[in-house]
């Protein structure tokens, strides 16, 4: 029930398109849901986060979906650049877990100049 | 500056012996944690701390160990008890804060075992 699933394992996209992540998660104490960013050989980054009185959070070209009735959500990467090849990880966590996040496997990004 | 330390960045492990990776931060947070990262299964919790003198078993604690004594370090003993220690070892932490869950991370630090 700890579970967050991530898809798809790696995505690649041509410079300017729409990059799409995917997350389930199980537990419904989750009431917060971060997505991070790392670079190769550094440690991740926070990148967008969003709780659950809301359906959609939007930072520049990054925008989270929130689907709480299916337990889903996503990151959308408009106009994506060469430079947002990364591994994004989504990651929930609950309120009774004060802090402590499940991350999900990783989606490794590659896009195409 | 404000940040997350690892040191060392590349480690390099026999086979029997434990190891100690530090991990120091000077963001004045409560809560510290310890990660492993392997290729295509995300990051793992190995142990976690609230407060000084205090720490929880996380996901895979089995064959590793940590101390909690001062709120700026975390420091973490992979020891030769760990099947498979070869991995990427990450530290983060989080302030005690209503409403915000955000972890902070260290760079990393790269144990090979030869």
């Known amino acids: 029930q700890q579970q967050v699933k991530q898809s798809p394992q790696s995505l690649i996209v041509q410079k300017g398109g729409i990059s799409i992540i995917n997350c389930a998660y199980e537990?419904?104490?989750?009431?917060?849901f971060p997505w991070y960013q790392q670079f190769p050989g550094k440690g991740p980054a926070l990148l967008i986060a969003?709780?659950?009185?809301?359906s959609e959070k939007k930072e520049g070209r990054f925008t989270i979906s929130f689907n709480k009735s299916a337990k889903q959500f996503s990151l959308h990467i408009m106009d994506s650049q060469p430079g947002d090849s990364a591994t994004y990880f989504c990651a929930a966590s609950s309120g009774t877990s004060y802090g402590k996040l499940t991350f999900g496997q990783g989606t490794i990004l590659t896009v195409h100049p | 500056d404000g940040g997350i330390t690892q040191s060392p960045k590349y480690l390099f492990r026999k086979e029997g012996q434990n190891v100690t990776l530090s991990c120091e931060q000077n963001?004045?947070?409560?809560?510290m944690y310890w990660y492993r990262q392997d290729p295509g299964q995300g990051l793992r919790l190995i142990y976690y701390s609230q407060i000084v003198n205090d720490f929880q078993k996380g996901d895979i604690a089995e064959g590793y160990s940590v101390s909690r004594e001062k709120k700026e370090s975390f420091p973490l003993t992979v020891t030769s008890a760990q099947k498979n220690p070869t991995a990427f070892y990450l530290c983060a932490s989080s302030i005690e804060r209503e409403g915000t869950d955000t972890q902070y991370f260290g760079p990393g630090t790269r144990l090979t075992v030869l």
């Open positions: 969003i709780r659950p009185d809301v």
């Open positions: 963001l004045n947070h409560d809560a």
């Open positions: 537990n419904t104490a989750f009431d917060y």
